[in-house]
């Protein structure tokens, strides 16, 4: 098992203003699945992904990560398990200005002071379509273009889990498209594990599995292929 989610709760604010943004969600996820989790705007699916990526801390539950409870961990092995076992992908790439597209990619393994695998590093450039846009500067890239040097920047680590945020929030249909196809490829040629946030029924059908939530509670979770 390589998510295991335990009675998860969180809320914010105190007696008449208290808000209840997960209420006692659990759900297991396996190594290689792909999965959607939708619902709409304030249903507590963001909260979800925040606190599965090690960004916000449950008011209560737990959250296993290849049987490990991310929430033991003090405040620096927390950061190091963000950098080491998270890919995040957001709707707004977040992107360094002033990196290249191929040093935005490698910037989690030159953070984590490591050795780039150059092999690997071509490889994902190539899969991403970037071989002509690696030197340049997010500005003078697309939209499109951003996102995928953000798909990569959240491969490069080879992470445990990709947690996508409405990755294609940003996009026109035909780039949202091609990053969708971007992700299932990942999800079938690296076995990459991949939860991605959306309230786009649509393009939560790609995924092998939707979970649906409703006022912080798991409604339905069903397997579609």
């Known amino acids: 098992m390589l998510l ?8 914010y604010g105190k007696g008449n203003t208290l808000v209840k943004a997960l209420d006692n969600v659990s759900f297991n996820v396996e190594k290689g699945e792909f999965v959607a989790i939708v619902g709409a705007s304030g249903s507590g699916k963001s909260t979800l992904l925040h606190i599965l ?8 539950g737990k959250v296993f990560v290849n049987g490990k409870d991310i929430y033991k961990l003090n405040e620096t092995k927390l950061a190091v398990f963000r950098r080491r076992e998270v890919g995040l992908i957001y709707q707004f790439y977040n992107l360094i200005p002033i990196l290249t597209a191929e040093e935005n990619i490698t910037l989690p393994i030159l953070l984590d002071r490591k050795k780039i695998d150059e092999t690997y590093l071509k490889e994902l450039i190539a899969t991403l379509d970037l071989e002509e846009r690696k030197n340049h500067l997010p500005n003078e890239l697309s939209g499109g273009q951003q ?3 953000s798909i990569g920047r959240a491969l490069m680590n080879k992470p445990s889990i990709l947690l996508a945020d409405e990755p294609t929030g940003n996009l026109d249909r035909k780039n949202s498209e091609e990053i969708i196809r971007l992700l299932k490829l990942s999800n079938e040629k690296y076995n990459q594990t991949i939860i991605m946030i959306t309230h786009d029924q649509e393009l939560a059908l790609h995924a092998k599995r939707i979970i649906t939530i409703v006022d912080g509670k798991i409604e339905k979770d069903e397997v579609i292929r």
């Open 147 to 149: 996102q995928r040097v």
């Open 53 to 60: 990526g090690g960004v916000d801390r449950p008011t209560s």
């Open 4 to 11: 295991r989610i335990e009675n998860l709760s969180k809320t």
